[in-house]
T-cell receptor, first 111, second 113 residues
Framework: GEDVEQSLFLSVREGDSSVINCTYTDSSSTYLYWYKQEPGAGLQLLTYIFSNMDMKQDQRLTVLLNKKDKHLSLRIADTQTGDSAIYFCASAGDAGNMLTFGGGTRLMVKP | DAGVIQSPRHEVTEMGQEVTLRCKPISGHDYLFWYRQTMMRGLELLIYFNNNVPIDDSGMPEDRFSAKMPNASFSTLKIQPSEPRDSAVYFC???????????FGEGSRLTVL
């Protein structure tokens, strides 16, 4: 089945850029997502990208997709302490709405 | 618009007791998912429904777990009997097949003593 991998932890200083990486195995993945989970809360959809795109920008967030390498990244510009959270990458194919989630990357932003 | 609503938010129970978790999906969504989140195993899909029909329950850990969706606006996840290893945060999520965005509830934190 589909497998989605992420590094466990990232620490950055406030004001720096953060880059969170993700790899997936299913080449037929059509939709790729980034979710954010703050402590004690559910997962919140941040952004998503279709597999026919290679970049999507939304304010401080930039998603890059390298379909050949099955690599997805999320760049957060000017990272703030409020960005501290767990970030999940997820993929979905064409059929159905089932998402496969990575293990999550805990982002810690130091003041 | 109200999001996905789960209850209870927190439940503490003793081993052997029955636990029922409840979920109200977003109106108009035709998919409903139950996930479990633990430190050790991360986010696991337990079961999902499409138009109130269970489609894939292969993630349900064992027969002690059951889920129902009697109508489009309500689902339950039941654990009977509960065990300490069932302690986790249980999330319900819903989506619309047209938009493919999964919306999560705030979760139900279950502690089994």
């Amino acid at each position: 089945g589909e497998d989605v991998e992420q590094s466990l932890f990232l620490s950055v200083r406030e004001g720096d850029s953060s880059v969170i990486n993700c790899t997936y195995t299913d080449s037929s993945s059509t939709y790729l997502y980034w979710y954010k989970q703050e402590p004690g809360a559910g997962l919140q959809l941040l952004t998503y990208i279709f597999s026919n795109m290679d970049m999507k920008q939304d304010q401080r967030l930039t998603v890059l997709l390298n379909k050949k390498d099955k690599h997805l990244s999320l760049r957060i510009a000017d990272t703030q302490t409020g960005d501290s959270a767990i970030y999940f990458c997820a993929s979905a194919g064409d059929a159905g709405n089932m998402l496969t989630f990575g293990g999550g990357t805990r982002l810690m932003v130091k003041p | 618009d109200a999001g996905v609503i789960q209850s209870p938010r927190h439940e503490v129970t003793e081993m052997g007791q029955e636990v029922t978790l409840r979920c109200k999906p977003i109106s108009g969504h035709d998919y409903l998912f139950w996930y479990r989140q633990t430190m050790m195993r991360g986010l696991e899909l337990l079961i999902y429904f499409n138009n109130n029909v269970p489609i894939d329950d292969s993630g349900m850990p064992e027969d002690r777990f059951s889920a129902k969706m009697p109508n489009a606006s309500f689902s339950t996840l039941k654990i009977q009997p509960s065990e300490p290893r069932d302690s986790a945060v249980y999330f319900c999520a819903s989506s619309n097949s047209a938009r493919r965005e999964l919306f999560f509830g705030e979760g139900s934190r279950l502690t089994v003593l």
